[in-house]
């Protein structure tokens, strides 16, 4: 089964330091938590997510890149090289980028230094999650027990959302979640269509059936 890859933003308070041992030396160290743990997510369009501290211990992170933007042309240290580690704590994990003396690492360097960016990404797969469905607020809970493999982690200008959190969702069908974890008696109609395979023009089409018949009575 094809892994759907996701992606979540995180703001968080960055050092940014510059060390030159000698006269000249450009040297450029970032960090900032990437990722955090036991912490409810806002809402994501449908959802919240948490991550749990034991998701990291099965990351992949062999080949992840620290770029910008998610543009590995805007490379800024790899995990390959050593230049990008990975410290987990009880918080979430720390990430730490040893940053090229290139234009796009000083550039980087002096936006964060500014403020301009306070805001990291990741980009990763799941091996192993849970969903419920929360009935209080009417919405879905995603609990993240497995990371797959993590692509990037990503300095960016701008997020989705002002706190916390999400970029895209690649691939989940938030419906066909909702009702298979839903109480039946929580989802609409329509959902229950849906879930029996049924597309939703004919959904529309039975609606507009209904409506018609409805009129008609009243006008009696």
Not at 120 to 125: A, E, I, R
Not at 180 to 196: F, I, W, Y
Not at 200 to 206: G, L, N, S
Request: with cysteine; charged share 35%.
């Amino acid at each position: 089964m094809e892994q759907k890859i996701r992606q979540r933003n995180y703001n968080t308070s960055n050092l940014f330091k510059r060390d030159g041992s000698e006269e000249g030396e450009y040297k450029g160290v970032f960090r900032g938590y990437s990722i955090s743990f036991n912490e409810w997510s806002i809402d994501l369009g449908g959802f919240k997510e948490m991550i749990l501290p034991s998701a990291w211990d099965s990351a992949d992170t062999s080949e992840c890149l620290a770029v910008f933007n998610h543009r590995e042309d805007n490379l800024l240290g790899s995990a390959k090289s050593g230049t990008l580690r990975f410290y987990p704590d009880e918080n979430g994990v720390l990430t730490e980028v040893d940053m090229a003396d290139t234009t796009v690492s000083r550039n980087c360097a002096e936006w964060v230094k500014r403020g301009d960016i306070d805001t990291q990404s990741f980009k990763f797969t799941v091996d192993e999650d849970e969903w419920v469905y929360d009935e209080e607020e009417d919405n879905l809970r995603c609990v993240i027990k497995k990371f797959g493999k993590i692509y990037d982690t990503s300095l960016v200008t701008r997020a989705a959302y002002p706190e916390g959190t999400t970029v895209e969702n690649r691939g989940i069908d938030l419906a066909e979640i909702k009702a298979r974890v839903a109480p039946k008696s929580e989802q609409t109609e329509e959902d229950n269509l849906e879930g029996d395979g049924i597309s939703q023009d004919e959904v529309k089409r039975r609606e507009s059936i209904i409506s018609y018949y409805k009129n008609k009575l009243n006008r009696k």
